[in-house]
């Protein structure tokens, strides 16, 4: 067995600081890898964890059942960010059985088939933001067009009315990149999202319509759906879970496909050859979209897990209950697995790249990311042939965070 690089006891060694994967991530990574495939980091919270970097060992703990991401299993009482129940009841904090009942209640509305009957409308959303910005000549393209495009496509799947469509994004900045000088800043996005969600589900209960968070919501409200003991029966939703959901539906929904387009977008504006295949051939869009997730995705790590019992990954021993971190970032980045694996190339066997994960937790809104991902980026390319960065490249300003990687913004000119 070997251990973990650094100093510090042999099974215990001193946390490394994180600050190199926030300035230059990808180089940070590169560096980690290959110096060893485990490390003891200091996580994003100031917490202990153990980072692994290997394509290999990051798949096969995607997929390990060992791995718990129940926070109950945590030996450090770890509560992420510190949840009410009604909204951290969600798959990203279950093990199956419970993963598997809700998932399999939720997962009917991503599928490839739903998923691209909304092509047509998602694109007329496309061009309607690109509508409002072309004569300008210039945009802020996250703010303008990544940004609003999949609010707006979870928004209609949920159901909420555009009265009702208040600033995600304020709330998804709050829990994901948290601003030191506004501690409170968090803890008032967790008030607001519990007041917005519970008041939904009580507006859609008493006015149903034809959306998913209808279906759930009757899903819900079916007879028997108690089992006498304050649990869940059979295949329903405690009210916890359903209220959790719609707060994972959106804030996923959201977050990861704006950073996913505008992340692949300045991509594309740094590979002008790509660019210009792909607006002369854009059937090679899906094939791109994958490479460009894998690339630069948005996603840096996977959902933190805890072992249920010691485990050796990469020949480190793991004790039970720690923090575990699987980096994508890392993974995909792997020359193991993808050879030149900082040059973009669509051609490439992309098959098994990690960007959405693997697994049971595969992402469940995959199929809808892709499509929203392909659709504005085709939308854009097609739109504006002129397109260049408004900015000198070295002054794009990423968000400091190793949980996500994405721009602050994209200024852009036609």
């Not at 485990?311 to 050879?339: K, Q, T, W, Y």
């Amino acid at each position: 067995m070997q251990n973990a690089a650094h100093t510090g006891s042999p099974d215990r060694p001193d946390p490394i600081d994180t600050t190199m994967l926030l300035d230059d991530p990808y180089a940070g990574y590169e560096r980690l890898r290959e110096a060893g495939p485990v490390h003891r980091i200091t996580g994003p919270d100031g917490q202990p964890a153990w980072l692994v970097t290997r394509y290999a060992d990051v798949r096969s703990g995607l997929a390990d059942p060992r791995l718990s991401l129940d926070k109950r299993n945590s030996s450090t009482g770890y509560r992420g960010f510190s949840l009410p129940p009604a909204l951290d009841a969600n798959l990203l904090n279950m093990d199956p059985p419970d993963h598997t009942r809700v998932r399999r209640l939720v997962a009917k509305a991503f599928t490839p088939g739903r998923v691209d009957k909304l092509r047509a409308p998602v694109a007329k959303v496309a061009h309607d933001l690109l509508d409002a910005i072309e004569a300008k000549g210039r945009a802020d393209l996250l703010a303008d067009f990544a940004g609003p495009l999949p609010i707006i496509v979870i928004c209609d799947l949920l159901g909420i009315p555009e009265r009702d469509r208040l600033d995600f994004r304020a709330w998804s900045d709050a829990l994901i990149t948290p601003d030191p000088a506004r501690p409170e800043a968090a803890k008032e996005a967790v008030g607001a999202m519990l007041r917005f969600y519970t008041g939904l589900i009580a507006t859609k209960r008493a006015e149903p319509g034809d959306d998913l968070l209808s279906d759930l919501i009757a899903v819900r409200d079916e007879p028997d759906g108690e089992d006498g003991a304050g649990g869940v029966a059979g295949d329903r939703l405690s009210e916890d879970e359903l209220t959790s959901l719609a707060f994972l539906i959106l804030l996923a929904g959201y977050e990861n496909t704006v950073h996913l387009i505008g992340n692949s977008i300045l991509a594309l504006l740094d590979h002008p050859e790509l660019l210009a295949e792909l607006r002369a051939d854009p059937d090679q869009l899906p094939a791109a979209v994958e490479e460009l997730a894998r690339f630069d995705g948005p996603a840096p790590l996977a959902i933190r897990r805890f072992p249920l019992e010691d485990i050796e990954i990469g020949g480190v021993r793991i004790p039970a209950g720690e923090s575990v971190l699987l980096s994508l970032a890392a993974a995909n980045r792997d020359p193991e697995r993808f050879p030149e694996p900082h040059k973009l190339d669509p051609h490439r066997d992309i098959f098994g790249h990690l960007a959405l994960g693997h697994g049971i937790h595969y992402c469940l809104g995959a199929p809808l990311a892709r499509m929203e991902t392909q659709t504005a980026l085709d939308a854009v390319i097609q739109r504006f042939p002129g397109l260049r960065l408004d900015v000198e490249r070295d002054e794009m300003r990423w968000r400091r965070s190793i949980r996500a990687r994405g721009l602050m913004s994209l200024p852009v000119a036609w």
